[in-house]
């Protein structure tokens, strides 16, 4: 389940500009470099940080994959190898930011939030940081596990564009990625919604009422994440980078159309849900007026029957139906008609049996 609440790790009022915050539970740094030129590949798992510096080779490009912040130290060594600005790598740790780009001189700084499922199949969302330099790509992200295998199937294949363009196709494919991946989760909600608009009419329950706030919980990260997302591609394809060239612009606009697709589409969702919710307080609104309908006519019929009974009920001495012979089998059929007249009138108006 996605968190509800906003939790930001941040310095301590007063701190330095650019002081890093690292959680006590991050996880320990894992890196992997894929170098390639032309028909060339190396992918390698970095342990010794300097191997980095062969990123800043201009005859090639690299892709520099950093999972988990649990190494200060080294983190900051990447941050002196790749001449990092320290507002640009507190950004990057100092998580969750606001998704943006952002110029730093030579490098630019692209923020987004990926959604992916866990092993347990629950949706985790999470900040991917990159930066952008002329002829690598950094990315940086919290926590072990992302959706960038296809990327990396096609670095390896050689397939389609990626390994004949710069780094800022490289930076585009990864972003594009991260943006599809949204559909998956997207199609899981809302096959979920379906799923419940027969039920939350048929049988709404408590549990039903549950699973809607944990889907509208969903949809909020998400439109927390999507919405300024949107900025952020759509200031990589239209403003002035020297990083991004005009060719890869026009992919990139591609990448915001999805983002504004699946924004729309989680909009959409987000009224679902707030219909869905009011249909099931309509429901139980409804199921609650059947049943007290239902109590307040067998009360009604009751009435008079109890007048009657509590007529004779009465121990006067000289009460005259007391003596009477049949008096006990009129008294029971003068209730059994009164009955009988109240259910008939209430039948006609339409009060019980089924609506018309």
């Known amino acids: 389940m996605l968190a509800a609440m906003f939790k930001k790790q941040h310095p301590k009022t007063g701190a330095r500009p650019g002081t890093l915050v690292i959680a006590d539970d991050a996880p320990p740094p ?36 950093v ?73 940086f992200q919290e926590h072990y596990g992302d959706v960038f295998d296809p990327v990396r199937k ?61 889907l509208k919980n969903r949809l909020v990260n998400l439109r927390r994440g999507i919405w300024p997302q949107r900025e952020a591609i759509s200031s990589l394809a239209r403003d002035d980078y020297a990083l991004v060239t005009d060719e890869v612009r026009i992919f990139i606009r591609d990448t915001y159309d999805h983002c504004v697709q699946t924004s729309e589409v989680t909009e959409m969702y987000r009224e679902m849900v707030t219909g869905l919710m009011n249909t099931y307080l309509s429901s139980i609104a409804n199921r609650t007026n059947d049943v007290m309908k239902v109590l307040t006519i067998v009360a009604t019929i009751f009435i008079p029957l109890t007048f009657i009974a509590g007529i004779y009920g009465m121990n006067f001495e000289h009460m005259p139906e007391l003596h009477v012979r049949w008096a006990y089998p009129a008294i029971w059929v003068t209730m059994v008609v009164v009955a009988v007249a109240m259910m008939v009138f209430f039948w006609r108006r339409g009060w019980i049996g089924p609506s018309t």
């Open 154 to 214: 096609r670095l390896k294949n050689a397939k389609g564009r990626i390994r004949q363009h710069g780094s800022d196709y490289l930076a585009y494919a990864l972003i594009d990625t991260i943006i599809d991946a949204y559909y998956p989760i997207l199609e899981r909600i809302g096959d979920q919604l379906e799923s419940m608009e027969d039920v939350v009419i048929s049988n709404p329950t408590p549990a039903l009422l549950s699973q809607l706030h944990q």
């Open 30 to 65: 894992r890196m992997q470099m894929i170098t390639f030129a032309g028909s060339e590949l190396k992918q390698q798992d970095i342990t010794d940080p300097t191997l980095l510096q062969e990123a800043k080779d201009d005859g090639s490009i690299s892709w520099i994959d």
């Open 67 to 139: 999972h988990g912040f649990g190494d200060k130290a080294l983190i900051e060594t990447i941050g002196e190898i790749f001449e990092l600005h320290p507002l640009l790598l507190e950004d990057v740790v100092n998580v969750p930011q606001r998704p943006k780009t952002e110029a730093y001189g030579d490098q630019l700084l692209i923020i987004v939030r990926m959604v992916r499922l866990n092993e347990d199949q629950e949706i985790v969302m999470e900040q991917v940081s990159f930066v952008l330099g002329k002829s690598y790509v950094l990315t």
